[in-house]
RNA sequence: GGCGCCGUACCCAAGUGGUUAAGGGAGCAGUCUGCAAAACUGCGAUGCAGCGGUUCGACCCCGCUCGGCGCCUCCA
């Protein structure tokens, strides 16, 4: 039985789908004025799992990731670019698709973009009017969080506590410190809607209570998005929501911890990230390769827990995905001995409870690529001992099927070919507090290689002739070859049967 | 000021009131191999930041201390 921790309860509770075998869920995405950064990249990724999970589980998923395409940051950079609002977010999303295709992200069931949304989003603002728990101030409407009782329920926080600490320059014409704005008056230049209130455009936490409604129905399963938005937006969306339908809105929420740089938490304002396709363009293995290595980093960390990035971290990665390809090899191989067979099958059955039980747990994915390594070794074990060809294709199919809950091991094999050797990212500490709020991370040449790249045919070509040279007994010449194309990055393998496998 | 999180071996990282504290990476030793690689085997925390307390028993519960961080403002 699957359970995992609600943030509204703030414990770990039994999951229960409203609509039996159905799972409506909503997660918040990204405001599209910018590249997407790692962070952005956990928290899509996390939701990705869990969502390939519920529906290896049994669930159809419906599954909803908006798009914020007005807001204060996109009106800036447009007008500091000159072009349109359209412009920069059109190209955002794109960039937004590509950049999460690249790590294996599946795309949402709905894409929602708040500027479609304006009869929905005007809707709502105008029932919350209408049920006295908004009120219009020249043109701007604020939702009135003194006259929702819960306020505050998700983030476990008083008013009055909020207050205390209130940063914010508050508002005199707001009604309570803590009010937000439902709809704004337009500036002049600025995307604007009518509306009952005048032009305007959308808070930013209505958009997401209009689309989810729209699209999920007024309650919901699960609501997701990082932690940052436990306040204020997804209390915000709770006390919209709620205070319109009178109904409960999401039932379990789901929020995933931060990336950070040198145990600092990664964000513009203190520069310190690195966006994804910075990645994938120093990064000095192939796409494919690269994208499954930091998939395979940011899913070694419970989804709930801070994680580091690092240049070591992807090379971890690369290093122990590298003991399943390799074995994955191994089991494309022939052979007639059945010896382990039986064995072999127990250990996958034995795999599979794990891991569900594993993923049933708050998602814990370390665990369950815990057990994938412990598979992954005892079936090495079994293969020493004999494996027969048929029983080679059931587990490399296991792992696939496993594997594809965590969107790792779908590959036939790792390739490093196609791509030019000269990059690898490091992450520099900052010396001093001083110096990592100013810090730019460097995205820079790792372990440089400057060797030319060879074709396969070339290395097919160099491993014949090693293995006549060992034919002949010459392995001096033979050793010459394997030096010769280790500076190359090429590893030779030598099988029992005399002939030869390699790799990058 | 309010709310909250974290501190497990060289590194990453699970975990739990009572088995031998998962798994990975790196390292070392061995088996195998013409050499090598891979694989396999073994080694690696008498201890889970520190100090107290509760308990028959705590790494896990409580308190304090030290260290690191997050939210309360846009933020994945």
Same mark, same amino acid.
């Given at each position: 039985m699957l359970s995992f921790y609600n943030q509204l309860t703030g414990k770990k509770e039994r999951f229960e789908s409203l609509v039996p075998k159905i799972v409506k869920m909503y997660v918040c995405g990204v405001t599209v004025y910018d590249y997407c950064h790692i962070g952005h990249a956990r928290s899509a990724l996390v939701f990705d799992v869990i969502r390939r999970y519920l529906e290896f589980s049994g669930y159809q998923v419906e599954f909803v990731k908006n798009f914020t395409d007005v807001d204060d940051k996109i009106i800036k950079r447009a007008n500091e670019q000159g072009v349109s609002c359209e412009t920069i977010t059109a190209k955002f999303i794109d960039a937004y698709d590509t950049d999460m295709g690249r790590l294996g992200i599946k795309r949402a069931t709905k894409e929602p973009k708040a500027t479609e949304h304006m009869a929905e989003i005007i809707e709502l603002v105008d029932r919350l009017m209408q049920k006295g728990l908004a009120y219009e101030v020249a043109g701007d409407v604020y939702f009135?969080?003194?006259?929702?009782?819960?306020?505050? #329920?998700l983030s476990k926080r008083k008013l009055e506590d909020l207050q205390a600490g209130a940063r914010v320059e508050v508002d005199?014409?707001?009604?309570?410190?803590?009010d937000f704005a439902l709809w704004k008056s337009s500036k002049p230049g600025e995307p604007s809607w009518d509306s009952p209130w005048g032009p305007g455009r959308p808070g930013w936490h209505i958009e997401c209570s209009a689309m989810s409604i729209k699209h999920l129905g007024e309650t919901f399963d699960i609501h997701g998005g990082g932690m940052? +938005?436990?306040?204020p937006h997804h209390e915000n969306e709770i006390a919209q929501s709620c205070g319109a339908t009178g109904k409960e809105f999401a039932r379990y929420w789901i929020h995933n911890g931060f990336v950070q740089i040198n145990q600092e938490k990664m964000s513009k304002s203190l520069g310190n990230f690195f966006t994804i396709r910075e990645i994938f363009e120093k990064s000095k293995w192939p796409e494919a390769e690269t994208g499954e290595m930091l998939r395979y980093f940011l899913i070694g960390t419970h989804y709930r827990s801070p994680l580091d990035f690092s240049d070591k971290s992807i090379e971890e990665a690369k290093n122990a995905l590298n003991g399943f390809y390799d074995l994955f090899k191994r089991l494309k191989e022939s052979e007639y001995r059945a010896t382990a067979d039986e064995g072999m099958i127990e250990a996958i059955e034995r795999c599979k409870v794990a891991f569900r039980e594993a993923m049933d747990d708050d998602f814990n994915t370390p665990v369950a690529i815990a057990e994938l390594q412990r598979l992954k070794s005892d079936i090495n074990k079994f293969m020493g001992q004999g494996l027969s060809t048929e029983a080679r294709k059931i587990a490399r199919v296991e792992f696939q099927l496993l594997g594809n809950n965590l969107g790792l +091991?779908?590959?036939?094999k790792w390739q490093f070919v196609g791509?030019? #050797?000269s990059g690898g990212i490091v992450v520099r500490p900052g010396t001093a507090s001083l110096t990592i709020t100013t810090f730019a991370p460097t995205v820079t040449v790792g372990q440089v290689s400057p060797e030319t790249e060879l074709s396969n045919e070339q290395i097919e070509q160099q491993i014949a002739e090693r293995l006549d040279a060992k034919k002949k007994k010459n392995f001096a010449q033979a050793d010459e070859i394997r030096k010769s194309l280790a500076s190359h990055g090429i590893i030779i393998e030598d099988k029992p049967d005399g002939t030869s496998r390699w790799k990058r």
């Open positions: 009135q969080v003194d006259q929702y009782q819960a306020y505050g #329920r005199e014409r707001k009604r309570h410190p803590m940052d +938005l436990i306040f +091991l779908q590959f036939e791509k030019s #050797r």
